[in-house]
């Protein structure tokens, strides 16, 4: 195996081949980019790809692409994403050097957390579960977390950073931090022309990065592929009991398309699922102060469905079957119960479905895994050591 090393490229030249040039007016930048960090990265001399990835044509139609959050300022870039890439992976980012941002999302777990809550720099626990961050690109109005807080993913990945019990420390102090890490000097220079470490660029970044998880290698869409209808015919590569389970849940009995929308399965706004009666999490109206909003989740996407478990904003149900037969006959009359889980004389809908069913719409649920995706090494930890 080949020793492990970093060749970041700077105007379309390898450090290799500048080794023995002098970029005028730049000879700290020149020292750094002939530096050798390959005890503590490991990054490919050809970016990997990032900016354009080779998707299908149902993640091409215009459904799509009119629920990507992507704002015209910070469109996605192989240097961009490869910086978002060790950002995401360094626990530089944290107060004490314990936590970084792939610790809540673990790539094996489709970019959840397999604990019903998050451990802090300092042990302690978040308040709600890590949602998975796959296809987290794709959802209408752009906001993130639980409650929604963040107006975008730009302003969402500076917060856990912030937490005072996820990784504790100041943007102020993030930047001088990364500033004094001499492996940041070439990846802020390739994604952005200078080695200036600054708020916004570790924002756009990690962002980049983030937005590049997209999943779309699923058993699901070789099938989709195939199809003329992708809700209405069988997939030739499904068993019996996946083409039921779509069928289900495509189905008006059911109505989980109708919030889990297009091929990314993801929402268009938070939510009351009815979870409980009376309120025990705010949701997103502690963030709105409306009372028409609370119990409000968002409708993250059921990409990795399967293997992003514990799943509601608590983590309170262990697996899909349970979930599953939470919506089948569980549902609670919340005051501000969705209008699509309610019948015509106002109570929760009750769907009446038999074990057989259950078991046919987790197994369907089960060909949203991309296992390509939870291996892909673009996607893995860059560092040596971790």
Sequence with gaps: ????????????????????????????????????????????SISYNYANPSLPSHFR??????????????????AGATLGRVLFYDKN????????????????????????????????????????????KYYDNGRFFWDERAESLEEQVLMPIQDEVEMGLSLATLVDKLQALDYYSPLFQSAFGSTEVTEDRISKSLSQFVRSMVSYQAKFDVGAAQARSIENDNFSNFSQIENQGKQLFFSGRTQCSNCHETVSFSGDQARNNGLDTFTTDAGTGGITGRNQDLGKFKVNSLRNIAITAPYMHDGRFSSLREVIQFYNNGIQDHPNLDNRLTQRNGQPIRMNLNNQEIDAIVAFLNTLTDQQFVTDVKFSSPFVDR
């Design 1 to 44: 195996m080949k020793k492990p090393f970093l060749l970041i490229a700077l105007m379309g030249i390898m450090y290799q081949a500048c080794s023995n040039s002098t970029i005028e007016g730049e000879n700290e930048i020149e020292t750094m980019m002939k530096s050798d960090f390959s005890s503590i990265l490991y990054l490919p």
């Design 61 to 78: 139609d215009n459904d799509l692409q009119n629920i990507d959050n992507t704002p015209s300022n910070n469109l996605i870039t192989d």
């Design 93 to 136: 980012l944290s107060a004490n050097n314990t936590i970084a941002c792939a610790s809540c999302h673990l790539q094996a777990n489709g970019f959840a957390d397999p604990n019903r809550f998050s451990t802090g720099f300092l042990g302690g626990t978040t308040g709600r579960n890590s949602m998975s961050l796959a296809n987290a």
